[in-house]
């Protein structure tokens, strides 16, 4: 009964790769937020340095015709903020026009 050998504590939650590596990837995150009623609004977030957020925002209004806005918050940096469900289509024209890499992009929502 007392034969038991792994009595080693190991959290599957703790966080692996804090080992300071500095080749880290960054990651584009295209979220969905529920405004009010049927309202939705379609954030991104972490784009490269390289990449025009303005002239990007401006191609994203026209191509998807919703409104949209520039954002510039201390913590997140710049925010592109759209009207309507547009996860599929940003993802969609960054990996074909915007070279980035499908891997590099994260849709979060329902």
Same mark, same amino acid.
């Given at each position: 009964?007392?034969?038991?050998?792994?009595?080693?504590?190991? $959290?599957?939650?703790? $966080?692996?790769?804090?080992?300071?590596?500095?080749?880290?990837?960054?990651? *584009?995150?295209?979220?969905?937020?529920?405004?009010?009623?049927?309202?939705?609004?379609?954030?991104?977030?972490? &784009?490269?340095?390289?990449?025009?957020?303005?002239?990007? &925002?401006?191609?994203?209004?026209?191509?998807?015709?919703?409104?949209?806005?520039?954002?510039?918050?201390?913590? &997140?940096?710049?925010?592109?903020? &759209?009207?309507? $469900?547009?996860?599929?289509?940003?993802?969609?024209?960054?990996?074909?026009?915007?070279?980035? $890499?499908?891997?590099? *992009?994260? *849709?979060?929502?329902?």
């Amino acid at each position: 009964m007392s034969d038991i050998q792994n009595l080693q504590t190991y $959290d599957p939650f703790a $966080d692996t790769g804090d080992s300071g590596d500095t080749n880290q990837q960054e990651y *584009i995150h295209i979220r969905i937020q529920q405004r009010n009623g049927r309202k939705t609004l379609t954030t991104i977030q972490g &784009l490269p340095k390289s990449l025009d957020k303005k002239r990007l &925002l401006k191609v994203f209004k026209k191509d998807f015709a919703c409104n949209g806005t520039l954002v510039e918050d201390e913590e &997140l940096g710049s925010v592109i903020q &759209l009207q309507g $469900d547009q996860r599929t289509k940003v993802s969609g024209l960054l990996t074909t026009e915007g070279g980035v $890499d499908k891997k590099q *992009i994260k *849709i979060h929502g329902f």
